[in-house]
């Protein structure tokens, strides 16, 4: 498969909850992206942290990357319904080539 | 700036059938990828043109083919199409340099429904 795995699937939450999204990949990257959708629409970018970085913040963002176990985590802290949508995190591999790889998603909701 | 422009939005075909959709990015970005997104396999990586030369190709038969044209807009073109062609294509453009960090513009995808 082209894809890393994202867990869970799907999370369902109560407004101002957090709600932490993980995501393994297959191969050394040069970054790891993370991208929402809201349903059936486009892709947005929400946050990129690079290879040689542990932990990013954008916002009530928060990105963790572990290139050893080559995994990464999304935390969305102090959840608000707007934030229901899908969430993929898409890796840049070292080596193959221009192409991004994104893993199944998460399908986040979001309860008021 | 106009975003990643894609047209049609929606579209139905028949088996049998070909299809082209097409995607204007934005001003400036020379790279354009193309993905297929199905409930069933996600998010799948079609192909990658820069400069009108597509860099990097993804698993798919070979009824699936794309250019690039010199202003950067693309095409990708489905032949005798399946029913399970069925998704949602989406065209993402970045400025495609060395350097560039590698996020991706997404347009607002077409909807390909195969009957």
């Known amino acids: 498969s082209q894809q890393g795995e994202e867990d869970p699937q799907a999370l369902s939450i109560q407004e101002g909850e957090n709600a932490t999204m993980n995501c393994s990949y297959k191969?050394?990257?040069?970054?790891l992206q993370w991208y929402r959708q809201n349903s059936g629409r486009g892709l947005v970018h929400l946050i990129l942290?690079?290879?040689?970085?542990r932990e990013k913040h954008s916002g009530r963002l928060r990105v963790t990357l572990d290139t050893s176990k080559k995994s990464s985590s999304l935390l969305i802290t102090a959840s608000r319904a707007a934030d229901t949508a899908s969430y993929f995190c898409?890796?840049?591999?070292?080596?193959?080539?221009?192409?991004?790889?994104f893993g199944a998603g998460t399908r986040l909701f979001v309860k008021a | 700036k106009a975003g990643v422009t894609q047209t049609p939005r929606y579209l139905i075909k028949t088996r049998g059938q070909q299809v082209t959709l097409s995607c204007s990015p934005i001003?400036?970005?020379?790279?354009v990828s193309w993905y297929q997104q199905t409930p069933g396999q996600g998010l799948q990586f079609l192909f990658e043109y820069f400069s009108e030369t597509q860099r990097n190709k993804g698993n798919f038969p070979g009824r699936f083919s794309g250019r690039q044209f010199s202003n950067s807009r693309s095409e990708m073109n489905v032949s005798t199409l399946e029913l399970g062609d069925s998704a949602l294509y989406l065209c993402a453009s970045t400025p495609g340099g060395l350097g560039h960090t590698g996020e991706l513009f997404f347009g607002e995808g077409s909807r390909l429904t195969v009957l």
């Open positions: 191969t050394s990257i040069n970054n």
């Open positions: 898409a890796s840049s591999p070292l080596f193959g080539g221009f192409k991004t790889i």
């Open positions: 942290i690079r290879s040689n970085e």
């Open positions: 001003s400036g970005h020379r790279s």
